[in-house]
Every structure is written in C-alpha cells, then in structure tokens.
C-alpha cells in the first residue's frame, strides 16, 4: 500500500497528467468559497430538469434504465439524422443555458452541473465529427445491445408495459436496417470493423432469430423472455389467461414479422460485405485519419487530452511498478519471484473447462463475496446501498469464451436488481481473482456506484444517467484497493491476485495504445497479453478484439484510478486531522459520474468546505 501511495505521489506521474490535462481539468485549481443552496440553485435545477425532460424524448431507452415510461414503447433513433437532430437540440439548451444563467452565481453542485452539462455538448460535438468511426455493431453493439436492454431493462407490471415491449420488439427490424444503414455508409468511407467481429455479428444475430417462434428447435432468448414476463404479470393476476394469451399472439407476430426480417437483412449484408473487412492490423492507424479519431477516442474516454505516446509511456511504468510489488508479496508468500507465485496458484487450480457444477459454484462463490464486501462497507462509506445485487450468467446469446465480466445497477425503486454478469464459456479462472472481480463489477464497485446514483436527492435527473469512462472505471479500480483496506480479500493469493488485476489493467493502456497508435497486429497485442498481463489465449483474445472495436475505452481504467488517488492524497494533506476517509468516499460516489476535470473541481470545493468547517 505504501509503495503504491509513494507512486501516486511522485512528481513525475503528476506532472504527467497534470501537463497533458487542459489546464481546468487536471490541474489545482484555487478552491472555491462554499456556498449553500441557493434559490438561483433551485430555479437552475429546474430549469436542468425540464430540459432532461426534453432529452429523453431523443432516447427512451435512458428513460427505461431510468425507472420512467416515458416512450416505452420505443426504442432510440439509431440513424445519423437523429444523432444530428440531438446534436442541434442541445446546442440550443447549452445556448439556452447561457442565456438564462450565470455559472458563478450558482452554488458548488450547481456549478458541477452546469460544468457538466455545457462539457456534454462539447463531448457530442466531438463524437458527431467522428460518427462513422463509431460501430454500431461493435461489442455490445445494436444487434445484441437492443436484445439485452429488453430482457433487462424494459420491466413489465401491467398489460400496458406487454404492450409496450412487444412494440419495442416489432421495431427491433427497423433498429437494425437504421444500424446497418450508417455501417454501409462508414464502409464506404472505408470505415469498417475487423473480420473478426464481422463473424461475431453474423453468429449472435442467427442466434438471435433461432429456434421458437421462428422454426424448431428450443425458445430463442426473446421469447423466452416474453413467455416469462407474461406468465409473471397472469401469475400476480395483472392479465387473464385470454389476455395473456393476446400478449403471446401479439409478441410471436413482433418477432417474427418485425424483428427477424430485419435481422436477416443485416446477416446477408454482413455476409456480403465480410469480404473486404480487415484482419491481422486492424487498429485505427488502417483507417483515414484514424490517428485523429484515436485521440478523439481517448479524450472522449478519458475526459483528459493524454497524447497516446503519454499513456503508452505511463503503462509501461505502471507495468514495471506493479511487477515489483508482486515479487515482494510473492516472497511474503514464501516464494521466489512472482512468476514462480502464479505458476504454484495455477498448479493448484487450473483452469478447467466449465460444467454446469462449477458455474453454479463459482456463482454461489461469487454471490458470497459480495455479501461478505457488503458487511464491510460501513468502516469506508457512510452512504450504503440499499437495493439487492445478484451474479448471474452473461445471456446465452451474448456469451463468449474469455468474455470480460459487467454490471448493470438496479432500477430506481429497486425492482430490478443490480447485476454482475460473467462469461462462462471456455475454461474456468483462477478462484482467487475472483473477490477482486467482484470487488470491481460489484461491492463498492459499479452495481454499488449504480445503487447511489438512481438514489441521488437533490441534483438535476440528467447526473442520474450521465456516464463517464475514466470515472466510472476509475471508481472501479479505486474499489479493489477499497476493499485491500476493509480486508475483504480473504488470503494472500486473493491480494495477489488484486495486483494481477491492476497489472492487466496497466498493460491495457500499452495494449490499447500499442494497436491504434503504434500499429501492432491482434496477434501482437495478444502475445502482450499473455506474456506481460497473464490471461490465458481466450481471454487475451476477448480483450483484445475489445480494444480493436472499442478504442480507448480501455485505458479509462488506470487514468481514472490515478486521478481519484491523487485527489484523495490531495485532501489528505490538505486537511490534515480533518481528513475523513468515509466522507471523502461518500462525496465521490455521490456526486454522479463525473468528467475528470468537473471531479477536480468538486473535491477541490469539499475541501474548502470540509477546512472551514
């Protein structure tokens, strides 16, 4: 721990992200003076509030992870017109903004959201000047994305929202042909996916639109879906059988005169366009100007202006630091080097393929560690999740060997839990990585982030839905060394096993930098992988054809982590006898998902705050 606090501390470090940050962002900017709420505050939130209202109305799908109906039964315009059409209209709110209000004399938080509120138009400008560069059938992309949103999120209480999803499904064809319309588009830029992932489309989507109601064979994932929310709502007495068996009709005829034809229309595209996809260099530097939307990737990502030379240049430091700190618990353990560590961890529990036994006992494992993090939350946060969390398994259409596990939160009130999924297909993981892991996807980590948020009082509805890489993954990080100091790793292979995490997550920045900037092949970053951050083929695979369709995304994790650490080592010393680890956690996590540069200057404040106290 003391080494890796030295770490955070180091000139160096900091200058380097403190020199490649715009000068509001990651810099120390002079606190400002407290300030209670104000009624320009109040007046300001509700102005936010009416115009989030509006917002919605371009994505009714935030509005479902939000616990709202509004539009439930539609799904978000996925064309380049609407991206435009939103685009224009917070333009207009931004400008509105402006007009109405001045930022300084707003409160503390009503200067974080107007901060933020003015930041996420920049950030849309920036992603409309890239569009085509953005997949829509990238991991977790519209064809398997828009499925998964279904099952999970559209919650069904009544006939009414049957109604509504059944709507959804009938128009998940037209999502499709809207998707593939702007891949078209981007291909004749030439803009296009790897071959790879080419493959993974064509495969999740036949999955998709196989078996009932569309031939033989077992339900496919949405209508078994359908089946058990309509036996659900007949089950509490919301439907009659006839009604019931309404839903049914009218769900079997969406699917397979709405949703399947278009899914067909995207496999044969696919399939004929599979032919001119790239392989082997894939990163950004194969497409025009993809330097350009690299860097652009990466400030979307990591809300700094970090160069790619930066990042790759702090990943390998970070590899090197970590490193040492394995060999010295390697050695408590009472072993030579880290490697010889990891090869008797292994020894002990190889990796094995999965069998219906071991995923239910890797996810009754699972579940445990949560509990156990769960019931040490109260020595580093005041403000506690309220809302049941729950592993299960990544959905069957979606799953892949080597697959990085996630989370989703919970719904507003609760009625939908909050989720880790893991991938359990292939060979299984080591045992001691996974109080880590769920550390990280769950308690303090995302589901519990998720928990907080929908939870929040007082701020503007639009800091509910805002979602920011680096802080989120960041927090994420943060999470696993939260729980090295509430003790929840159980032995010295879990605490090893923590840095091994960190250790990847040091090598993705030199991954992810290595196959868009410095043009490495898949092959290449794969062996990285295997070598440097000790995954195993499938899963140094996975993550790698992550970072080709996804970049920068994965170097959000390490700048996130080291700007919270630095900020906490900030107020560490700055408040001295005054410094209260609880509250410090508590204002991160309660204050949304913030850009980096809008986190600054909110610690920056609870500072003042917490030293005129």
């Known amino acids: ?112 959201s107007f901060d933020m509120w003015s930041q996420e138009l920049d950030r849309a400008e920036l992603a409309y000047r890239f569009r085509r560069y953005d997949f829509p059938f990238g991991g977790g992309g519209a064809h398997s994305g828009l499925p998964s949103f279904l099952i999970g999120s559209h919650l069904v209480d009544s006939a009414a929202d049957m109604r509504a999803y059944n709507a959804r499904l009938s128009a998940l064809g037209s999502a499709m042909d809207q998707a593939r319309a702007r891949a078209s588009q981007a291909a004749k830029d030439g803009i296009r996916m790897p071959r790879f992932q ?3 489309v064509i495969a999740e989507s036949r999955k998709l639109i196989s078996g009932q109601p569309f031939g033989d064979g077992p339900d496919s994932p949405l209508w078994n879906d359908t089946k058990a929310k309509v036996a659900k709502l007949q089950a509490a007495g919301k ?73 790759h240049a702090l990943g390998l430091s970070e590899v090197k630091r970590i490193q040492g700190e394995q060999d010295a618990l390697a050695k408590t353990a009472g072993f030579k080097d880290a490697d010889t560590y990891y090869a008797e961890l292994l020894r002990l529990d190889p990796p094995q393929p999965y069998t219906d036994e071991s995923r239910a006992e890797i996810l009754t494992y699972s579940n445990s560690l949560i509990a156990t993090a769960r019931e040490k939350l109260p020595t580093m946060f005041n403000n ?87 802080f989120n993954e960041g927090w994420g990080l943060y999470s696993e060394l939260l729980c090295k100091e509430m003790g929840v790793y159980p032995d010295i292979a879990s605490d090893f096993m923590r840095l091994d995490a960190e250790l990847f997550r040091a090598a993705r920045l030199v991954t992810d930098t290595g196959l868009h900037a410095k043009g490495w092949t898949e092959d290449q970053a794969i062996a990285y992988l295997q070598a440097t951050g ?41 408040l001295g006898p005054k410094f209260d680890l609880k509250a410090f956690n508590d204002v991160l996590i309660g204050s949304g998902s913030l850009p980096l540069s809008v986190l600054d200057r909110r610690i920056q404040d609870w500072i003042a705050e917490r030293k005129a106290s």
């Open 239 to 311: 439907v009659t059988p006839a009604e019931a068996e309404s839903l049914l009709n009218d769900a079997q005829a969406a699917l397979r005169t709405g949703m399947k034809p278009g899914y067909e229309r995207l496999i044969a595209w696919a399939e004929g366009d599979i032919g001119q996809a790239p392989s082997g260099k894939v990163g950004a530097l194969t497409l025009p100007e993809g330097l350009d939307w690299y860097q652009a990737a990466i400030t979307l990502q990591t809300t700094t202006t970090l160069t790619p030379d930066q990042i």
């Open 1 to 112: 721990m003391g080494t890796m606090i030295q770490l955070f501390r180091s000139a160096a470090l900091a200058a380097l992200l403190l020199s490649a940050a715009p000068a509001q962002a990651l810099g120390a900017p002079q606190p400002a003076p407290a300030q209670a709420p104000t009624a320009e505050t109040q007046r300001f939130n509700a102005f936010l509030d009416a115009e989030f209202v509006q917002a919605l109305a371009f994505s009714p799908q935030t509005a479902t992870t939000l616990g709202r109906r509004d539009g439930y039964d539609r799904l978000n315009d996925l064309s380049e017109a609407g991206e435009l059409k939103a685009l224009e209209w917070r333009r207009g709110s931004v400008a509105r903004m402006k007009q109405g209000f001045q930022r300084d004399k707003l409160s503390g938080e009503g200067r974080i």
């Open 534 to 574: 000790r995954r195993g083929p499938e899963q140094a695979r996975a993550e790698t054809r992550r970072y080709i369709v996804n970049p920068g995304q994965a170097t959000a994790y390490k700048i996130g982590m080291i700007r919270i650490l630095q900020l906490r080592d900030q107020a560490r010393t700055a």
């Open 384 to 470: 506690l999740p309220a809302y049941r969390m729950e592993v299960i398994r990544e959905p069957s259409f979606s799953e892949v060997a080597g697959g990085a596990a996630h989370a989703s939160g919970p719904s507003p009130d609760g009625a939908r839990p909050g989720r880790v999924y893991l991938h359990m297909l292939g060979r299984t993981q080591l045992r001691a990585s996974l109080a880590d892991l769920m550390c990280h996807e769950g308690a303090p980590g995302h589901v519990m982030q998720g928990d907080i948020r929908v939870r929040q009082q007082g701020a503007p509805q639009f800091r509910l839905a805002a979602r920011n890489a680096a």
């Open 198 to 200: 080419y493959e993974r």
